[in-house]
């Protein structure tokens, strides 16, 4: 798909498009905001937004999405904002999120998670906001010393928690 040329940002949504597979998007430097939202998306090819290099905002929530590939947002340094809610992830491989450094919001809740995925420890150093909402999380264990620092709202809500880590919650200090 080609942008048009302006001189301001661009904003898209293709909500309601049926798409059953993540589709590469060619880019351009003024796509901040992508809502992908509502679809019937299964599949995520690598790094679909490679040329959307100043996206910001990126939604790709009520889909059916399953796994995401390692490179899925390797291109896409500046994302501030993902929500992948209402999917069907059970797990994020470690590395898949690590690119992700101005990540500041991140949404997970809705899915089929278990335990808190090794992918998301990558970013929590950054992140600040945390929806893990809705999930089967019955584990929360962080080991990690430098991780989860900026975290000031963590949401569990509704999950199945049984054991969470001694000293978990000490690494979220400004919770």
Known sequence: MDWPTLNKSLEAHFNHMQFNHLPKLLGSDMVKIVNLDNNV???VKSDPFKQCKNLESLSISNNSIHDLPKDFLKSTTLLRFLSLSHNLLSDIERGVLSHLTSLRTMDLSYNKLKTLPSGI????????????????????QITERKSASSVKILNLASNKLTLVGATTFQLFQNL
């Open 41 to 43: 998306i299964e599949t």
């Open 121 to 140: 420890v990558d970013v929590l150093d950054n992140v600040e906001i945390l929806n893990l909402e809705g999930n089967e999380i019955i584990f929360v």
